[in-house]
């Protein structure tokens, strides 16, 4: 009998040993009152019976926000998903002033994406996602904080804009790339009517240039093969012209 006792004695002091691992920490509750002392990991013990010790991990937790409906500030519908990244920092508090954590996390993260977005217009959702998302991040912090969260990121991964909205944009975007378009010719044709200016400039004190320029296109065009050569009404002056000039040079 007294054999059985001490086995029996033996069971409960052994049930009392609790190994914690690296990424989590133990919160002890003894008689329903939490201890002030945070288990660390490693080989531990609890009195059975009167201690209950449940283990929180520590690590990044990832947490989808699902997409949802939201209208902009300019009354836009488009459908947003984020995702937000968050660890527990006291785990006394994640168990104590709240029941459930993550599912308090997740409501919470997605109203702030609604609330936050529903703030902004459709352009500074799509051009200031940085501000966005900082904004987000800022709010959840906040009210994390009296959880013992700390929330390290939060993203915005999907945004889901209208057909008849993406047509639009597309429509902006193609009149935007032809207005470029006209600039950058119409630059072109100021540089070009510049440089043909000084060109008439030169060939204005040197006449005998444009002659030359003359014969200078008859070789390109009779380069091609071509059949048929039509010469320009000037060509027996340029012909006449560089005669004279060469018989100046020479004499």
Known sequence: MAYIILAVV???LLSGL???NQYQRGVVFRLGKVSDKVREPGLRYIIPVIDRMPQISMRIITLP?????IITKDNVSIDVAAVAYYQVKDPIKSIVAIENVSSATYQIAQTTVRNVV???SLDEVLSQTSKINNAIKAILDKTTEQWGIYVSAVELKDIQLPSSMQSAMAAEAQAEREKRAKIIAAEGEALSAAKLAEAADVIAKHPIALQLRNLQVLTEISSDKNSTIIFPSQFMDTIQS??????????
């Open 10 to 12: 033996l069971v409960l």
């Open 18 to 20: 609790r190994v914690i």
């Open 65 to 69: 926000v699902d997409s949802q409906k």
């Open 118 to 120: 529903g703030q902004s």
């Open 242 to 251: 560089v005669k004279n000039f060469m018989t100046k040079e020479s004499g």
